[in-house]
């Protein structure tokens, strides 16, 4: 079974980036996973700010993608993956988002965005698909401590 989403509304909005639940990173709140993943790729703290201070997570990714190489850390595509799994294991903490993570089962996650070959599927469908990847490998994690909890009453 898959289990396709991209927009953060309808049944399996919870698994968007841009779906609203606070999260703590280092000391800061952050009104999603999209908010909380852009901030840490430019250099200048002021350009961090700035990309979080749009009206909506989406105008914030869609800022943070037009950033220009100068603005943005020199190694960011390096630990973009590690910043992602970091977001998104903060953002499951949340016991009912967790929940609904845990919800979907064996089922393939796929972030079916068109416009993005890494994080979603992209155009052709054939994107890597890094999203969905991530979300069900911190889905195992939860299902693994899970069984050690359960193990351990």
């Given at each position: 079974m898959e289990i396709r989403f991209y927009r953060a509304t309808g049944e399996f909005g919870f698994l968007s980036n841009l779906y609203k639940s606070e999260i703590e990173i280092d000391n800061k709140m952050f009104r999603s996973a999209e908010d909380a993943y852009q901030y840490f790729k430019?250099?200048?703290?002021?350009?961090?700010?700035?990309?979080?201070?749009?009206?909506?997570?989406h105008l914030c990714a869609m800022a943070a993608h037009s950033l220009l190489l100068f603005d943005i850390k020199p190694n960011w595509n390096e630990i973009k993956v590690s910043r992602m799994k970091e977001v998104l294991n903060k953002k499951f903490q949340n016991p009912e988002l967790k929940e609904k993570l845990l919800s979907t089962g064996t089922a393939i996650l796929i972030e079916d965005s068109k416009t993005d070959n890494f994080w979603?599927?992209?155009?052709?469908?054939e994107g890597k698909n890094m999203l969905g990847k991530l979300l069900m490998e911190i889905r195992e994690q939860y299902k693994k401590e899970n069984n050690v909890r359960t193990k351990q009453v």
């Open positions: 430019p250099i200048k703290l002021e350009v961090a700010e700035w990309l979080i201070s749009a009206p909506k997570p979603g599927i992209g155009k052709k469908g």
